[in-house]
């Protein structure tokens, strides 16, 4: 049903503006803008949005409490960015593989080491300084219960010891990190089941998800794919509750009332150019993300939140330099080059992905340049650190010496290839890799279609350098290379490998000529992966908003959730269980 003019008026998001714009005092408004009034297409207990880390435990949890649950996912599928994932799995605090594996850890340890403040990276960036205490104690006491609420329902784990293989600012004093199974499940990557001797080895995010979507339908979890949230309907913009929603699915926006919550899992902002940039003006939109083209994560749910008066948090763990927030790219050649998602033919979203990439297994092979061709940094210089059990070593919780045993070592390739070509513009624009034909013997690489992408102008290929500067023409280059500019970058990088010594940039013993034709180009920009910053929440998820009031009925997990800047599903899917539970037994008065 296509939504007509008094619907729209009682959308919560607009009743107020409207209704004074009308001439109709804010009062009448108000009482005007009841839930009564709206006529509703659809009525459940719980809706959650977004069927990734969060929202699928989310539903699932309140589903078993006995509520009917409607999970809306904007894409035709589910899984979000969690499905793509590596499957790694950082839940500690005393989980039974920690136990079965002696692993001594408590809730408390994992408090101790989520708020840190003496723990930094080697550019002197604190992962957890800037989090919320209320939320990662909610985070430790609940982190076993969800490891265990994996198992039963049905995610199985790489039957070895807890690792750090994958983590990310989860904490020093003990591993924690488990990796999920493939099992039989038919991989989004690659349209096939894992290989039979990688099914009990391999990690992926599809062990995660797959195993959980299918618990959430049996169960009785209505899912809509191809279901959007597009606004929340709050009875007033500053009080009274969240009472639904409305959703856009094949063109038409319905009416969706929650008798008790609402839940926001979409997933954080990373795909919203925008959004994304309110936190780093460089942030443009040449940089692509992790996890597409399978979801976007496109600040919806927090826009939605803001719109009915939430508040954001967190906000500086968005920004700080460290971990994979932003990252070198791992796979060239292609739109979506993170280091570790490949797309390859028979995946459903292979037609959008475009191409698999090149993996790069050795920076000595290429030089990287900037968009007028120009070297910018050690192409084997890495992206900013995380930290991790063992990455701090000794490591004494709470001591002044940790900060002092770290060695200033700071990883700048990032910054420097998004720093710009001093034309005044945000952003470092394009960046490439540039090779040669020995290059590509060295690496063993086939630079054809489906590995590269031509047809989009993200792989280009010439027979001299002059010919491959002028054949870079794509939506990001703004600028067109100037050919002289890059046969220079390339002779003078010779000679410092006959020199045996990078004059410029300092890549240790720089190792191979560039210059058997054929030259490549290919696509090299820094990728973006995930969030640290989302809505205002307290210990049960609820949102809060800018008066540090609590918005009834209205619920947010995961990426979308700010406050805490450990990575990924950990946290997701923690808030997933807690913002289910409390869904689960909200009660809205209207
Ligand atoms: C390639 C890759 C590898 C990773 N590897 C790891 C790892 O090994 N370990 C780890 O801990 N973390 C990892 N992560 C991070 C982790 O996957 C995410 O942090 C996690 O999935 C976030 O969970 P979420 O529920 O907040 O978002 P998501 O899992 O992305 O789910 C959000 C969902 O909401 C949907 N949605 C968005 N907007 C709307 C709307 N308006 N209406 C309806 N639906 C909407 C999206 O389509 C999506 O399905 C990885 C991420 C990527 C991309």
Sequence with gaps: ???????????????????????????????????????????????????????????????????????????????????CSGGNVPLGGGTSAQRKWGVVDSPDIVFRDLTDWTVVETNGAPDYRFNDREIIRAFADHSVETFEFLLAHGVVFVDKAPDTLGGESVGNSVPREMHAAPQDFVLI??????????????????????????????????????????????????????????????GRRVNIRARRAVILATGGHTTNVNFR????????????????????????????????????????????????????PGNIGTRYGYVNLRWFPGSEVFDKAGATGLRVTDWQNVITVNMLGNRFYDETGRQFGANDYHDINPYTPGSYLNAKNITWNPQNWLNAAMAGIGDGHNGGGAIWAIFDSAAVAREKWEPTPPNVDFANGFF??????????????????????????????????????????????????????????????????????????????NAECKVVDMSGEVIPGLFSAGETAGGFSLHGLARALTQGVISGKNAAVEQVKS
């Design 460 to 537: 280009f290929q010439a027979d001299t350098l002059g010919e491959l500067a002028a054949k870079i023409k794509m939506q990001y280059q703004r600028v067109p290379m100037p050919a002289d500019n890059l046969e220079k970058t390339v002779a003078r990088y010779n000679r410092f490998v006959a020199l045996g010594r990078d004059e410029d940039f300092g890549k240790p013993g720089p190792l191979y000529p560039i210059s058997k034709p054929p030259y490549y180009a290919a696509w090299c920009t820094p990728v973006l992966h995930d969030t640290r910053a989302g809505l205002r929440i």
């Design 277 to 328: 940039r309110m936190f780093d003006p460089r942030l443009t939109e040449e940089y692509q993300v992790a996890g597409m083209p399978w979801s976007e994560q496109d600040g919806s749910g927090e826009i939605a939140g803001m719109e009915v008066g939430a508040a954001l948090w967190g906000l500086a763990n968005n920004t700080l330099e460290f971990g994979s927030r932003i990252t070198k």
């Design 189 to 250: 990557q690659t349209g096939k089941p894992a290989e039979p001797e990688m099914r009990a080895r391999m990690s992926t995010g599809n062990g995660v998800m797959q195993p959980l979507v299918a618990s959430a339908r049996k169960l009785g979890v209505e899912i809509l794919t191809s279901t959007k949230m597009i606004s929340l309907h709050r009875e007033q913009l500053k009080s009274g509750a969240v009472i639904g929603l409305v959703a856009e699915s094949g």
């Design 1 to 83: 049903m296509a939504m007509n003019r008094r619907d729209m008026l009682l959308n919560g998001t607009t009743a107020v503006a409207a209704a004074s714009l009308a001439g109709v005092a804010p009062r009448a408004a108000q009482a005007q803008a009841r839930g009564a009034a709206i006529s509703w297409d659809r009525e459940v207990d719980v809706v959650v949005v977004g069927a990734g880390a969060a929202g699928v435990p989310a539903a699932i949890v309140a589903r078993e409490a006995g509520n009917s649950v409607l999970l809306l996912e904007a894409q035709p599928h589910t899984g979000g960015h969690a499905i």
